[in-house]
């Protein structure tokens, strides 16, 4: 095997290099940890998430602040009553049936009659 002399060594940054040190920092860490990891070993998935119930229903809060101060502020445009009625229509239903529908009015006793 030729050295290439252009090759960066990367031989310093090996933590397996002094063998001895590496073990005492993996131990160290493993002995740090030791006592989030048998948390977490207990834990099932359901009471993983219930942990997250409060910063959830944070944020479904904030979403829905944020959702009723937009709509509020939309100006939707009035009801086309004769588009409404013709898509009514076309679905099966009767035209008077719709117009009362789109148009809150409420129908007289013969106006059904005739309807039906």
Do not use: C
């Amino acid at each position: 095997m030729s050295e290439d002399p252009q090759a960066i060594d990367l031989s310093p940054l090996d933590p397996t290099r002094d063998a001895e040190h590496f073990e005492q920092v993996v131990s160290a860490i493993t002995a740090r940890a030791a006592d989030e990891l048998a948390r977490r070993a207990r834990a099932t998935p359901i009471i993983e998430l219930a942990r997250w119930r409060r910063p959830m229903l944070a944020a479904a809060a904030v979403l829905a602040t944020i959702s009723l101060t937009v709509m509020s502020q939309l100006e939707l445009p009035d009801t086309n009553a004769e588009a409404t009625t013709g898509v009514a229509e076309a679905l099966g239903v009767p035209s008077e049936l719709a117009q009362w529908m789109w148009t809150d009015e409420l129908p007289t006793t013969a106006d059904l009659f005739l309807a039906f």
